[in-house]
């Protein structure tokens, strides 16, 4: 599944829908037979340049994928690849796993589980590495022998659109996203008025109305 600038512009709540969907499943994954989920957010900050390289993206799916509950145990697979790293660094410092040493790792998880796989705005990836996470998610799709979903919002950039061309796509336009967008910002509106957050509790309906009316137009565009 995919989300994209084509249908939905700059600020019509791409990042509110995906961590929606992202709080939803994880209702889900509560249940022992769901699925594992797995999710990042993608940004170029220079105060958190991983945030933007593939190999840190794919490393922290992989880190959520390699245990459901913090109470469990890191599952043998991403075990196992850490072990062989610390022994090939002979005593000096391991070095992180390679992107595609995660893939293979990611993978393997998935013979025996199928997952979930969300990515928030995919397109900024740093630009130089982005084909590399495109092919690492195209890897993934082709290979698992488990189900594997992978929900990505994204600018309908090109090279994005191509490299995800093969496998099933659906696409959701802002006419789906606004009335998610209308009902969140009315709840959290209501919400701040009922606990007194929102100027001590005391709101006239006009200012309430009016208050929801402009936040919702700011979410959309």
């Not at 893939?103 to 998880?109: A, P, T």
């Amino acid at each position: 599944m995919m989300t994209s600038d084509q249908e939905f512009p700059a600020g019509s709540g791409k990042t509110m829908l995906v961590s929606s969907v992202i709080e939803s499943l994880e209702r889900e994954s509560s249940d022992s037979i769901a699925a594992p989920i797995a999710y990042f957010y993608c940004a170029r900050d220079a105060a958190e340049p991983e945030r933007a390289h593939p190999d840190e993206i794919m490393r922290t799916i992989l880190e959520q994928l390699s245990s459901s509950d913090p109470c469990l145990p890191i599952r043998d697979p991403v075990v196992r690849a850490y072990k062989t790293m610390k022994k090939e660094a002979k005593g000096r410092k391991s070095e992180k796993l390679s992107l595609d040493d995660t893939v293979d790792v990611i993978l393997i998880l998935l013979e025996t589980n199928p997952a979930t796989i969300i990515i928030d705005a995919l397109d900024e990836c740093s630009a130089e590495r982005r084909q590399d996470l495109l092919l690492a998610i195209q890897k993934i799709i082709r290979r698992s022998h488990n189900l594997v979903k992978f929900f990505v919002s994204s600018r309908d950039d090109h090279d994005i659109a191509y490299r995800l061309s093969d496998s099933p796509n659906l696409y959701i336009s802002v006419n789906d996203n606004s009335k998610d967008i209308e009902h969140f910002v009315d709840f959290q509106v209501n919400r701040a008025i009922e606990e007194e957050r929102f100027l001590c509790g005391k709101v006239s309906s006009t200012l309430k109305d009016h208050t929801i009316k402009t936040l919702t137009a700011k979410a959309e565009g």
